[in-house]
């Protein structure tokens, strides 16, 4: 099998057991490849970026990986203040530019800062979207429990447990059901 194979049948196992999206298990191992190119040209800004005190967005962390020592070396001490880098995304499969690209360092524009005290536009799906993304997690739960647990091991207290837990699910959806007109 090939090498993307391999990634893709690894990514969606990881996927499976973190109840994630294989998709998101592979953009957070770009993410961690980015780090590493970005900590071999400049190592302290390594743990700002995992500990969340710089925050870039995933195209500026690419921006920035993609760039020279120098370079980085010269942001370093910028990064800290609200700024965006511009200039083009290079990505693996592209052929690399003959000349290097430009960067420069853009304060962020106060429509693109987001405000903690702005309320977010109310959207009437949001409860109901949020609850059917989460039924597929319980269902892999309940199949992993029918299909890989030793039920006749299973303790009695334990089995109790479950059949009340379950019982009130049961009745929450009926209640839902009942409240959407099906």
Known sequence: ?????VVRRTSKRIGDEYHLAHSTVE???QYSRLVDEIGRKE??????LLSGELNLSFDNTLRLAAMNKPDVNALKDQLAYNVRITGPIQTSNQAKPKQPPSYRLIPNSPEHQVNVKTKPTFDPDA?????????PAWMNSISRV??????DQVSHQAK????I??????GAVDKILQKVGA
Not at 43 to 48: G, K, L
Not at 127 to 135: D, F, K, P, R, S
Request: charged content about 25%.
């Open 127 to 135: 409860e109901i979207n949020g609850l059917t993304m989460t039924i």
């Open 43 to 48: 190592p302290s800004i390594v743990p700002q």
């Open 165 to 170: 837990a379950l019982k009130k699910l049961q």
């Open 27 to 29: 953009r957070y191992g």
């Open 1 to 5: 099998m090939d090498g993307e194979g």
């Open 146 to 151: 029918k299909e890989n647990a030793a039920l």
């Open 160 to 163: 109790e447990k479950l059949v």
